[in-house]
């Protein structure tokens, strides 16, 4: 069982920057695949970057260049810097742990993007 709490995230204006965290309690955090998701009002949850247990990564196209996402395993915790943040990046974001048929959510954490 994991248990995830993001925080990070708030209110910035076009260009700037936030860096979630998505924090875990329980055992084993290392051995989870974690992805960071976004939805946005009247959208569907989208998958916006992931890490591996190894570190691979991968991120939607939309935020390439942009977004990178990391984890420290000593500290049990995800982490997603956004930079150069658009409007459209307006969402409620969420962190997710996998493993096989194991996943687990957190409660998300709103970030707005507005002049």
């Known amino acids: 069982q994991v248990q995830l709490v993001e925080s990070g995230g708030g209110l910035v204006q076009p260009g700037g920057s936030l860096r979630l965290s998505c924090a875990a309690s329980g055992n084993s955090f290392s051995i989870y695949a974690i992805g960071w998701y976004r939805q946005a009002p009247g959208k569907q949850r989208e998958l916006v970057a992931a890490?591996?247990?190894?570190?691979?990564?991968n991120y939607a196209d939309s935020v390439k260049g942009r977004f990178t996402i990391s984890r420290d395993n000593a500290k049990n915790t995800v982490y997603l810097q956004m930079n150069s943040l658009k409007p459209e990046d307006t969402a409620v974001y969420y962190c997710?742990?996998?493993?096989?048929?194991?996943?687990?959510w957190g409660q998300g954490t709103q970030v707005t993007v507005s002049s």
């Open positions: 997710n742990a996998q493993r096989t048929l194991a996943s687990y």
């Open positions: 890490i591996t247990t190894t570190g691979s990564t």
